[in-house]
């Protein structure tokens, strides 16, 4: 029948192009809107991975960057001593891997990790540092050479300026280069049980432009967008879990659920009200993936413009810009509270993977790698609570142990002569005067007695923790079960009533220390911490941590 114009053909045609035009944005919209494969699981079993700073790495001709470099921790005899030193931290690592090759380091740094109870590194992964690839390739290299268990992913960080398009393009061109060269099946990739990479990202939104017309449809949609892009790029399909960095409103979680499997958040402390209440039960009613997270400290080495994050990256220029002009930042964590909390809170909620903030950011001072302050006792923590999240036995179970953490004076003080303020950036939710105790975490077989510097209480079997009143001077302390010393130290750092300098990381010693370094790798020795307690002597300092043959007297 040949066709008869009406006079409606435009009309026909403005109603033709509309409705074009509103499949295509629902065709957009429901093309990456909960996805069935945003509800599958992301793990096989349950794991820890620890966000690992990439470049912070020590090896022959790859020093320490300036905020955790050991030069500059003395207060003395180096460019920074009108700050009192710029570190507050100082990786036993430096000094052993002066001399060695890239293989020997990344092979010691997961050693390491694995004697905290790590399981894999999501690696630190920006734009535009293109040397930080031969790290991850020599994790991978050393992994397959050396038999070690670990996994390994990327965590998409802060990928801000220029385009989606070149962004897309500069990250697609070296994961590509990395996935060939270690091997795209390779079995160190943290890869969900359907084969899905899974990728993190740290404050990853940056990554895609949105537009200006957004044409109905939330950012969400448009960052998905641009990690689909990216996976596409790298011949992978991607199992995003995206960060929640600050707090979060309901509605803003939920955009976010329409779109990721997974999320995970960053430091925000543990107290009643914590934010993961609300994410854990929303993933769960979403059918989403939460992940659990936990920190041990906030302290920052890095000196900052005053009420910035603008940071000082050279000693020089930090102490070109004075003392009176720089500034610390800081969470109160209550000592081994924050950590103790979240891991409880991540077993309450069963969760299948527990993030570590941090393996290796000394800078920020929430590093679990060895360090001469914070040592091993947050390491020894997440043994422990791992074994209950995964329903195993303690590596505790055949002996007493007890952990020290305290803060080397009190925060009401004000050191002197190098002060630096140490500003809080977020709302106080740990009290600052819990930190003002001394904190032993005891596991014990049977229950004892605990005696700190003199103070005697009992406590029970199980982990225990228990605050006493801080005094200067190291802590002394013992442990009595059945009227025999099952547990005896002193630790090296003590504590003053006349800082010299501003420093609020916390410090941590316990039984376990020898047995935890013994062996670590060929050639590493433990260094200390001996600020306030200039009686120290290595050479002669040890712990106990195994039965007493000897009974000692009840202390009074």
């Known amino acids: 029948m040949p066709f008869k114009y009406t006079g409606n053909y435009p009309k026909f045609c403005f109603v033709f192009v509309i409705c074009a035009l509103s499949f295509c944005r629902v065709w957009a919209q429901d093309s990456l809107k909960n996805l069935p494969e945003y509800s599958l699981p992301i793990t096989g079993q349950k794991l820890v991975i620890a966000h690992c700073m990439t470049n912070i790495i020590r090896y022959k001709g790859h020093e320490l960057e300036d905020s955790c470099n050991p030069d500059y921790y003395a207060a003395k005899g180096n460019i920074t001593s009108p700050l009192g030193g710029l570190t507050q931290v100082k990786p036993m690592a430096n000094s052993l891997m002066a001399n060695k090759t890239l293989d020997e380091s990344v092979e010691f740094e997961m050693r390491a990790a694995i004697q905290s109870g790590i399981d894999g590194f999501q690696f630190y992964y920006i734009l535009g540092n293109n040397s930080w690839d031969d790290i991850i390739k020599a994790y991978f290299r050393v992994a397959d050479k050396k038999q070690i ?36 099946n390779n079995p160190h990739w943290l890869r969900a049980p359907d084969g899905r990479l899974i990728v993190y990202q740290w404050i990853g939104e940056g990554l895609a432009d949105i537009p200006a017309d957004k044409q109905g449809l939330p950012d969400q949609f448009y960052i998905a967008r641009a990690y689909k892009r990216l996976a596409n790029a790298v011949h992978e399909r991607f199992a995003c879990v995206f960060t929640v960095n600050t707090e979060i409103t309901k509605q803003a979680l939920d955009d976010y659920l329409d779109y990721f499997p997974a999320v995970w958040i960053w430091t925000l402390p543990y107290d009643k009200n914590y934010i993961g209440n609300m994410i854990a039960a929303e993933c769960r009613k979403r059918r989403r993936t939460f992940t659990g997270s936990v920190f041990a400290d906030f302290y920052t080495s890095k000196l900052l413009k005053k009420d910035t994050w603008d940071m000082y990256h050279r000693a020089g220029e930090a102490v070109n810009a004075g003392i009176d002009n720089v500034e610390r930042k800081y969470i109160t964590t209550g000592l081994s ?3 103790r909390k979240l891991f409880e809170f991540g077993i309450k909620q069963d969760v299948p993977i527990m993030n570590v903030i941090t393996w ?69 939710v740990i009290p600052a005067t819990w930190e003002d105790s001394i904190e032993v975490v005891t596991l014990l077989k049977n229950g004892g007695q605990l005696t700190v510097n003199g103070q005697t209480v009992k406590v029970g079997t199980g982990l225990v ?19 025999k010393a099952t547990v005896h130290f002193s630790t090296p750092e003590g504590i003053t009533d006349h800082p010299y300098r501003a420093d609020r990381l916390t410090y941590t010693y316990s039984s376990e220390f020898d047995r935890f370094y013994d062996n670590l790798f060929p050639g590493f020795k433990p260094e200390y911490s001996h600020e306030y307690n200039p009686g120290f002597d290595q050479n002669h300092h040890h712990t106990k941590n195994t039965e007493a043959s000897n009974r000692m007297k009840p202390a009074n």
């Open 149 to 184: 268990n670990f996994k390994f992913t990327f965590c998409i960080s802060h990928p801000n300026g220029s385009t989606e398009a070149l962004k897309v393009a500069e990250f697609a061109r070296r994961i590509n280069n990395i996935m060939d060269e270690v091997g795209r």
């Open 337 to 339: 509270y924050n950590f």
């Open 360 to 428: 290796n950011d000394y800078p920020e001072g929430h590093h679990l790698a060895p360090e001469i302050n914070h040592n091993e006792g947050f390491s020894i923590l997440l043994n422990y609570y791992k074994s209950q999240w995964k329903k195993q036995p303690s590596v505790y179970a055949d002996r007493d142990v007890a952990i020290a953490f305290f803060k080397k004076y009190n925060h009401t003080i004000k050191p002197s002569p190098f002060y630096i303020p140490v500003k809080s950036f977020q709302k106080e």
């Open 465 to 483: 923790s228990t605050k006493l009143k801080a005094r200067t001077g190291p802590v002394e302390i013992t442990v009595l079960s059945d009227g």
